[in-house]
């Protein structure tokens, strides 16, 4: 059973602050890895995709992977009070089929 | 615009009586899936299908059919619903083959209760 596991929180964190979003996953032959950003009542959106280990960045959201530890995180750095979402992380190996974890609450206050 | 559609957006029907819910996509993408979002368990695929006539079950198939016969559409169908079918469900799309770039599109998702 693939599993991918992330913390339900809801993290915390003020204005401007940095928040990091962690996901572990069992299935040491995943290759791609997602993070989605889901507003309350709506659809999950991707905002990055990561599949070598180190950092990739985009704006203000860094992922980072790390394979031998099965480990991928989500870094947002100068967090908004618009960032207030929960955060989906994805693992897909060679299938069709990705994997979802639980999501992570995410609560950015003023 | 690139989207992904699906209807009805809400719906509350009563045990045992036949349903779909359509998803359709405008984008020319090869492969379809549906979810279901439950609270505390996250995202959860149903079926998947990689072209037209080509469908695959996925983590939690049962109690749900799918058809793909135009590359554009793939329906859900709920044969008999039952209440452990209330929920909130997503249709996605995007590129198929080997790619490693593959952005998956959502729709904007259907929220069913059955009673």
Known sequence: QKEVEQNSGPLSVPEGAIASLNCTYSDRGSQSFFWYRQYSGKSPELIMSIYSNGDKEDGRFTAQLNKASQYVSLLIRDSQPSDSATYLCAVRGGSYIPTFGRGTSLIVHP | ?115
């Open chain 2, 1 to 115: 615009e690139a989207q992904v559609t699906q209807n009805p957006r809400y719906l509350i029907t009563v045990t045992g009586k036949k349903l779909t819910v359509t998803c359709s996509q405008n984008m020319n993408h090869e492969y379809m899936s549906w979810y279901r979002q439950d609270p505390g368990l996250g995202l959860r695929q149903i079926y998947y299908s990689m072209n037209v006539e080509v469908t695959d079950k996925g983590d939690v198939p049962e109690g749900y059919k799918v058809s793909r016969k135009e590359k554009r559409n793939f329906p859900l169908i709920l044969e008999s619903p039952s209440p452990n079918q209330t929920s909130l469900y997503f249709c996605a799309s995007r590129t198929g083959g080997a790619r490693d770039t593959d952005t998956q599109y959502f729709g904007p998702g259907t929220r069913l209760t059955v009673l």
